[in-house]
């Protein structure tokens, strides 16, 4: 279950504004200003809209917590670690010139 202070800390994590999450969510404007201003669990007309905002800020790196995961206390967010710039590559990401098919070097020479 969202609550209004778990999506209002969710944008201040993020520093987005009101508009951004809107935009990013496809939920109109009145309606996440609405959600913010209420206390406790969200209510929507929508199921969807809760949904949309969630996996927006999700997309974004927020982690939603329920009361209890971490400490004891209520429901929370926090971010995401940062995930490391991989440089691993798969076969088809390899670009292979036909000067360079045939090994050259001693094993072990490196290069």
Known sequence: MLTA???????ALLRIEQKELAERSGVSLPSIKRLEQ???????????????IRLAL?????????????VNGGPGV????????????DESQVVQYSEFLENDAPPGAGG
């Open 5 to 11: 202070e778990q999506l209002r800390a969710a944008r």
């Open 38 to 52: 209420m206390d406790g669990p969200l209510t929507a007309t929508r199921v969807s809209t809760l949904e949309a």
């Open 58 to 70: 999700e997309n974004r790196g927020v982690i939603f917590l329920d009361a209890g995961v971490a």
């Open 78 to 89: 926090r971010l995401s670690a940062a995930k490391a710039p991989s440089i691993d590559t």
